[in-house]
């Protein structure tokens, strides 16, 4: 069964940084999937926030253009998402999946922006 184990949360200023990690296990295919974060915000339905495919190309939504990055390292078969110039409405947890084909979530990694 395919787990995913988000990390790199906490608490941070506006305007500050953070790392995300997301840890693929139970499976030998990561390399070929497609691989997204979302995050929830209470009260709010999961949104898709940053995506990239098998040949590592990235997309974003424009919220977190320009200060999100998705990378992808398939050897470790994990996940990466840096965040800049964190702003407050970017808070809720974080969680990683494969889009075309969602497995079971992970706990997700909480993130807060607050002053």
């Known amino acids: 069964q395919v787990q995913f184990v988000e990390s790199g949360g906490g608490l941070v200023q506006p305007g500050g940084s953070l790392n995300l990690s997301c840890a693929a296990s139970?499976?030998?295919?990561?390399?070929?999937?497609?691989m997204a974060w979302y995050r929830q915000a209470p009260g709010k339905q999961r949104e898709l926030v940053a995506f990239?495919?098998?040949?590592?190309?990235?997309n974003y939504p424009d919220s977190v253009k320009g200060r999100f990055t998705i990378s992808r390292d398939n050897n470790k078969s994990t996940l990466y998402l840096k965040m800049n110039n964190l702003k407050p409405e970017d808070a809720g947890v974080y969680y990683c999946?494969?889009?075309?084909?969602?497995?079971?979530w992970g706990q997700g990694t909480q993130v807060t922006v607050s002053s």
């Open positions: 139970g499976t030998d295919n990561f390399r070929f999937w497609a």
């Open positions: 990239i495919n098998i040949a590592s190309k990235p």
């Open positions: 999946n494969r889009p075309a084909a969602t497995q079971a």
